[in-house]
């Protein structure tokens, strides 16, 4: 089992590095780089068949004049793990799609690259995180950060949120924006402020698809930052996306019924 760890970890090590397949020289004399060890690499090189010593014809495989270098007993075991861990995927993949994680698609690093949400599981309970590119599609953490617990992170984003929303100056700052860039739009800001009281209100009512909506029509992107030994988030509000939510408290949207609530 040691070793089966220590192998894992050293396989880990060559993907973050960008460790590649052994590059070659054709008979013509071209050179040929090799392949990224990838995720899409190492799906190809568990599933052939070579290994067992088959060769693969029209499609079919048959016994080979060459040696397996792979016992058919851990062959078949394996591909038990992966055939019901590809159906674990398939079944999560389309939960995750009815309810979005809050941040998809606005969070990068500080290197730049855009993180993902992912989640594992121990003991019967899910931990929710955001990765970066490199091990959403490599497996393997970004140098100087790792992995971020999705929970504490959307908190932060949804306090900044939350503060504007609640906040009568910060809406009427806005406001006075989008009318500077826009002075043909309409706006009745005492509504509009005490409509966006009453969606801070509500906020955790929401079904977790609309409060991914609502985020990605207020903001356009949030960076982790790193101030020395601190990290932070910077967010960057999204001007058309404040004028769209704007416009859905308009007589007679849903944003006006919730005024009607409130009154």
């Known amino acids: 089992m040691e070793v089966c760890v220590e192998a894992d970890r050293s396989a880990g090590r060559r993907i973050r590095d960008g460790i590649t397949t052994k590059a070659w020289t054709t008979q013509e004399g071209q050179t040929r780089s090799g392949a990224r060890i990838d995720k899409k690499y190492l799906h190809k090189l568990l599933r052939n068949r070579i290994y067992l010593g088959e060769l693969s014809l029209k499609g079919s495989w048959y016994l080979g004049a060459h040696p397996a270098i792979i016992d058919p007993g851990l062959w078949g075991r394996v591909h038990e793990v992966l055939a019901r861990d590809g159906h674990t995927r398939s079944v999560e993949t389309k939960i995750r799609a009815r309810s979005d994680a809050l941040l998809r698609g606005l969070l990068y690093a500080p290197s730049g690259e855009r993180m993902y949400p992912t989640y594992s599981r121990k003991s019967g309970r899910t931990y929710r995180y955001y990765v970066s590119k490199s091990e959403s599609r490599f497996g393997a953490p970004g140098k100087g950060y ?87 988030i910077q967010v960057k509000w999204r001007e058309l996306g404040w004028r769209a939510l704007i416009e859905e408290f308009a007589p007679g949207s849903i944003g006006a019924e919730l005024l009607e609530v409130q009154a």
């Open 146 to 232: 790792e992995r971020l617990p999705a929970p504490e992170l959307e908190a932060a984003v949804l306090a900044q949120i939350r503060t504007v929303l609640s906040s009568p100056e910060a809406v009427a700052a806005v406001l006075r924006q989008v009318q500077q860039n826009k002075p043909d739009t309409q706006i009745d800001e005492a509504r509009i402020v005490m409509a966006l009281a009453g969606l801070n209100d509500v906020w955790e009512q929401l079904y977790a698809i609309e409060q991914h909506r609502l985020a990605n029509l207020m903001i356009e992107r949030i960076d982790l930052v790193h101030v020395g030994a601190v990290q932070g």
